[in-house]
């Protein structure tokens, strides 16, 4: 008994920050972890590689059970997802506080756009490259869920996708890989803040390791299949950025990569994350993807499941309750080393000491700082500060936008003109009596007394196929000096599982814009979606579009700035949106081949389509101003330049219009002949600058090694001697600018 009471003792010193520690030197994290880890049984270890769902806002399948709480009191939970806010936190903290060795959980929750506040999908944000304004929506969402008792957040998805269809792609920053390794590390910086241990710091969980973006058909969870050139060059990027940028831990995907899941692909997370790139905080499954190895034919049973994730180094089972029934006896039969479980629980442990939850467990509960942080109006002024900027316009015939706030009569048609709840889009924290601005309401917001607002659905809902509304928002627009029309898809129908093969309009919403059309006033159509969508169309016939994705909290007041100028649309487009999905996987930095097509069209024996143009409707990197820019006077400071130098490049932008704007000034190059065949451009650099009318700027690049540099035949990181092409534009089809230099030998 004396020597058990001195055990207890001892471990809560060190646990609890009591221990008696010399003056010369404290105890580090990592001597505190091996202390602890002494201390456990093995059960305790798989413990803390097992993660449970709360009782609510499950975000995948669920499997019963009974004894949760009685499971998180014997030690054998690790960590928790989908338990909300700091009074449900902490009373299942308390639970975990009377296991034998009160290790505290941690907890985790989809913060993918904002907690109490909601911000733009992520793929809008990505449409405003804007950097620092991302990073202040990640940072946001952080204070928020981190005063709701939230310590880990399933966030960024930095997978890059080239096929719309893949429902996810709200979910990151697009097809570009250089874009969307800038975003990866603002948004983990965002989440993270200063440091981790901070009570408005949450950890970022980096998704999903890895080309879960490339599922065959843009199909969820499907098989990917692709060479080592394409993993490292286009998808593997970003995810190193975030590990570069400090990620506390990655989550592994549901996808198989040529033919090995990746929950149990061993290449992937030891030999590269923990490996090459000495990533050191922990891998945790997807939903119950340990478990669904034995789908995919590739594990037998839960046991080998658990054997291959353990080896491959998925540290902690998300709801997969695999390590919890068989990870112990592997061990026992000596199926796994011992060694492998340590080093999981190291990591896991390592960040709980991090955060600071063995000083004080309930640090992060704190219901008087929840009330105080949740929902502040600073939050939802960011929010629309963001959504205005993620706003992309597509067309402006006549400079028909903005609007004057002096218009008599504006009327408002569509399913989505007034819908609130489509507003937030997909994976977002649902909230009872949430108020989300509708653009109806944003447009009332915006106007005077002296403005009237008519308004019609048209249509019942975004899928409804009938006609029954045409006739009355015909006449509605007859009345009205100007239509603002609000069609797309609903929420739902862009996100996890929610893969489209069939991306137009929905429904009957673009015959309504034709009926309206037929009105003969003028049309303003608002797209709104989660995803690139086909709406050939009202391309061709709408006199003014802005595609406005999913906005978040304030989305009706963000687009209200934008439709009477209150703010200049700046957005471009993160991807490419196609004609037809028959084009699909589309994008810009596809490579030439050996009959390219000379002009937009087949040809005779080219690469092409007979029944269509190669060009999309919409490239990479568009995106229109209220105001007009031009670029000029391109130079560089040699045309000749070896591999240990660099080439400064300047250009003059200019704001030649009446209104003041951004202008996001696109750097591409091109390794005209090289070993491996190279893409016809890629994007390297890119300046997002303010101009006010008549205003000018130098606007400088430099170019070094590592943009010219890509895997050679041999797999190699080099930059070989040759031509270059650059080119600098406001979009990856509209080059400006162009010149050319040599790389030579040193």
């Not at 709200?170 to 969307?180: H, N, S, V």
């Not at 430099?702 to 890509?710: A, G, H, I, P, Q």
């Amino acid at each position: 008994m004396k020597k058990q009471l001195l055990l207890t003792f001892s471990f809560l010193s060190i646990c609890f920050g009591t221990y008696a520690q010399s003056k010369k030197a404290a105890i580090t994290i990592d001597e505190k972890v091996e202390r602890l880890l002494g201390q456990m049984t093995l059960e305790e270890k798989v413990g803390q590689l097992n993660q449970y769902t709360g009782d609510r806002l499950a975000t995948g399948p669920v499997t019963e059970n009974s004894t949760k709480y009685k499971d998180i009191k014997e030690g054998k939970v690790g960590s928790m997802l989908n338990v909300r806010g700091a009074k449900d936190t902490r009373m299942v903290q308390e639970i975990a506080m009377q296991s034998r060795l009160k290790i505290p959980l941690l907890f985790g929750l989809d913060v993918i756009h904002g907690y109490r506040v909601t911000f733009p999908i992520p793929l809008a944000e990505a449409a405003s490259w804007d950097l620092k304004a991302i990073e202040t929506s990640a940072r946001v969402a952080a204070i928020e869920s981190a005063a709701a008792g939230q310590h880990w957040t399933f966030a960024p998805m930095v997978d890059i996708s080239r096929d719309p269809r893949w429902g996810r792609v709200m979910e990151g920053a697009g097809e570009d890989t250089y874009l969307g390794s800038l975003i990866a590390k603002a948004r983990v910086k965002g989440f993270q803040g200063n440091k981790l241990g901070d009570l408005d710091a949450i950890m970022a969980c980096v998704k999903h390791f890895a080309a879960y973006g490339a599922a065959i058909g843009g199909r969820d969870y499907n098989s990917v299949d692709m060479s080592d050139r394409a993993l490292w060059e286009t998808y593997l990027p970003p995810f190193k950025a975030a590990v570069d940028a400090g990620a506390a831990t990655f989550m592994n995907s549901f996808n198989d990569l040529n033919g090995i899941p990746a929950t149990g692909n061993s290449y992937l997370q030891r030999d590269i994350l923990k490996g090459k790139w000495g990533f050191k905080g922990f891998v945790v499954s997807d939903w119950g993807s340990i478990r669904e190895m034995i789908a995919h034919g590739f594990a037998k049973n839960n046991a080998e499941a658990a054997q291959y994730a353990i080896n491959a180094g998925s540290d902690m089972d998300m709801e997969g309750r695999v390590y919890l029934s068989s990870l112990a006896k592997l061990v026992q039969d000596r199926k796994v080393d011992i060694a492998l479980v340590d080093d999981a629980v190291r990591r896991i442990l390592r960040k709980k000491f991090e955060l600071g939850l063995f000083d004080d467990p309930y640090r992060f509960s704190n219901e008087a700082r929840e009330n105080k942080v949740l929902n502040s109006a600073d939050n939802r002024s960011k929010s629309r500060d963001m959504a205005k900027r993620s706003i992309v316009l597509l067309k402006n015939d006549k400079q028909l936008l903005p609007l004057s706030k002096s218009l008599k009569t504006i009327a408002v048609i569509g399913p989505l003109a007034k819908s609130e709840k489509d507003m937030m889009g997909f994976w977002s924290v649902k909230w009872d009596n949430d108020h989300l601005v509708s653009l109806y309401e944003g447009l009332q917001n915006k106007l005077g007394k002296n403005t009237q607002l008519l308004y019609a659905a048209g249509c019942n809902s975004v899928t409804d196929s009938t006609h029954s509304g045409f006739a009355e928002a015909v006449e509605v627009a007859k009345k009205a000096d100007v239509v603002i029309m609000a069609v797309g898809e609903a929420f739902d129908m862009s996100g996890e599982a929610k893969s489209r093969a069939n991306i137009h309009i929905p429904g009957a919403q673009e015959e309504l814009v034709q009926a309206v059309k037929q009105a003969g006033k003028p049309v303003v159509v608002l797209t709104m979606s989660g995803r690139p969508m086909i709406f050939n169309w009202v391309a061709d016939n709408a006199d003014a579009i802005l595609h406005s994705w999913w906005l978040g909290s304030e989305a009706g007041n963000a687009m209200a700035d934008v439709l009477f100028g209150d703010y200049n649309p700046a957005g471009k487009l993160p991807m490419t949106f196609p004609r037809s999905e028959g084009q699909i996987p589309v994008y810009y930095n596809y490579k030439s081949t050996g009959r390219p097509s000379p002009t937009d069209l087949a040809g005779v024996y080219r690469s092409g389509y007979i029944d269509m143009v190669n060009s999309p409707r919409y490239a990479f990197g568009y995106g229109l101003s209220y105001t007009k820019f031009s670029l000029t006077d391109l130079k560089l400071d040699k045309s000749k330049v070896i591999s240990t130098d660099s080439i400064s490049v300047t250009c003059l932008l200019k704001n030649e219009g009446k209104y003041a704007g951004e202008e996001v000034v696109q750097l591409y190059l091109q390794d005209v002949f090289a070993s491996v065949t190279r893409p016809v451009k890629e994007l390297k650099s890119f300046e997002k600058v303010y101009l006010k009318p008549g205003e000018s700027k130098t606007v400088k690049f430099v170019v070094n090694k590592e943009m010219l540099s890509f895997y050679d035949q041999k797999m190699n990181w080099t930059a070989e001697p040759g031509e270059f092409k650059l080119m600098i534009g406001n979009s990856s089809d509209h080059i400006m600018l162009q010149s050319k230099f040599e790389l030579e030998t040193n």
